[in-house]
């Protein structure tokens, strides 16, 4: 969602009133909640106008809707006529195997911490199976709060994952002790492998990622090096073009990228000078020298939050990620 249509949509949910906001929050998942939630807070002042048009626009889009029934054979035809049967499949998977699944999605909306707590005694492979249902970025942050040792088994067996059985849904229901019908549909959907670990990976700081890399090397090179194919590090922002270096420099604050810009190789921060007036080029060389060390923690932090600005950006269609893989001390 752009930031247009966050900004129209808190207008609307903050006119429709307590009970009908509420009956629409129950539609969103945890992201769109936080991130709509955060745009009304943050919303300030907003004119008769500004609100008259967006309703405006809202009856005119949904002016004529009528409810249609058996949607799930609709959509999965129309997918795979689409896309194909193949790359359908995990997307129809995702998309309606979260109708059965209620004890998986009640994670998505707990801390890592707590998720952590709750499934660390679990076999790996149980681990597994849930994390391969969560964010990317979730996982992230609950596996990095798990013993290295079960962290990497996790990852290797997240990276070996094939799929999940429906009957493996429904154990999962005892591991969590939550109703979990698990899914009646006898392919077995298509989560877990390669490009999942990437993804969780990509989340991770430099060391732990390293570690874990380090692990499915240990049993398996040729899969560490398919995981390391697929990821996007900060080098990476050198394969992207220039304008969607442009595009990810207007979302990223200053600050931020001195500190990402601290270490980084000389072309990497030509390509980034490249792609800025000649004036805030000249500005962020001077913020550079003039910037004392900086721990190499601080620079992963934030070298790992532009990156979430890339995924973002990659997310909405707007810039198209490639992808490779790529210690604490002081970064002069």
Do not use: C
């Not at 769109?32 to 300030?44: F, H, I, P």
């Not at 809202?58 to 193949?86: C, I, M, N, P, W």
């Not at 209620?102 to 994670?107: K, R």
């Not at 709060?145 to 059985?165: C, K, S, W, Y």
């Amino acid at each position: 969602m752009s930031e247009e249509g966050l900004s129209k949509g808190a207008i609307l949910m903050l006119a429709l009133g307590q009970e009908e906001a509420a009956e629409v929050f129950k539609y969103l998942g945890p992201k769109d909640v936080q991130r709509l939630g955060s745009a009304m807070a943050n919303l300030g002042n907003v004119s008769r106008a500004q609100i008259q048009g967006v309703l405006t626009d809202f009856h005119t889009q949904t002016e004529g809707r009528v409810s249609l029934a058996d949607t799930d054979e609709y959509l999965r035809s129309v997918l795979k006529k689409a896309l194909g049967d193949d790359k359908a499949a995990h997307l129809i998977d995702r998309i309606l195997q979260g109708q059965d699944n209620a004890g998986i999605e009640s994670l998505k909306w707990m801390d890592a911490p707590s998720v952590a707590e709750m499934i660390r005694n679990e076999h790996p492979q149980i681990i597994a199976t849930i994390m391969v249902h969560l964010e990317p970025d979730h996982t992230s942050e609950i596996l990095n709060l798990l013993p290295e040792r079960l962290r990497n088994d996790v990852m290797l067996r997240i990276a070996t994952l094939e799929g999940v059985q429906p009957m493996a849904l429904r154990e999962l229901n005892e591991v969590l002790t939550q109703l979990l019908s698990g899914s009646e549909r006898g392919t077995k959907s298509k989560l877990g492998g390669v490009k999942t670990a990437a993804d969780i990976l990509n989340y991770m700081g430099g060391a732990i990622e390293a570690s874990v890399l380090a692990n499915i090397r240990d049993h398996d090179p040729d899969l560490a090096q398919g995981i390391q194919d697929q990821m996007f590090t900060f080098d990476n922002i050198l394969e992207l073009d220039d304008r969607s270096v442009q595009m990810l420099l207007r979302e990223v604050q200053s600050e931020s990228l001195i500190i990402a810009l601290k270490g980084t190789s000389q072309e990497m921060r030509e390509k980034i000078f490249k792609n800025m007036s000649s004036r805030a080029a000249e500005a962020l060389k001077e913020d550079l020298e003039a910037k004392g060390p900086v721990r190499l923690s601080e620079v992963e932090a934030e070298q790992k939050e532009i990156l979430k600005v890339v995924r973002k950006l990659a997310d909405e269609g707007q810039i198209v990620m490639g992808g490779k893989g790529g210690d604490e001390g002081m970064i002069e």
